[in-house]
């Protein structure tokens, strides 16, 4: 009884000795940053004096990232060291982006038609675009 006791001890041990796990992680390009400076000669204000607008190249945004990936943007007004979300409100001005194939483009609005015309930025801003996308 005790030799088949070890033996079979023997052979879990070597069963479970043998089995080896394998973590297999594919390389992911899920994710691409963009940044750009925005001078404040690149804000032009709208027909009806609502929106300041500033468009900006970002070749790798095609028709497939606009159907089914997603974009994230922020802004930086002291070079980059710290950034805010856009969509963002600040002294009474919206700040807001839309995508389109082969860009974006970023939009300063008055929140609250106290004063109708948005104030222009007089510096240059950084811009950060991240492009999430979908690994199908």
């Not at 159907?67 to 009474?92: H, K, Q, W």
Request: with cysteine; hydrophobic share 40%.
């Amino acid at each position: 009884m005790k030799k088949l006791t070890i033996l079979l001890l023997c052979i879990a041990t070597l069963g479970l000795a043998s089995c080896k796990k394998d973590t297999i992680v594919q390389p992911s390009n899920a994710i691409l940053t963009v940044v750009k400076d925005v001078a404040p000669s690149a804000w032009v204000l709208s027909n009806d004096g609502k929106t300041y607008s500033a468009n900006i190249s970002v070749p790798e945004i095609d028709q497939f990232h606009i159907d089914n990936e997603g974009t994230l943007v922020y802004i930086s007004y002291n070079s980059g060291a710290s950034y805010i979300a856009l969509p963002f409100v600040y002294n009474v001005d919206a700040y807001s982006f839309e995508v389109y194939k082969g860009g974006i483009s970023i939009d300063v609005q008055s929140s609250d038609y106290q004063a109708t015309t948005p104030i222009k930025p007089t510096s240059t801003v950084r811009i950060k675009i991240v492009l999430v996308g979908n690994d199908l």
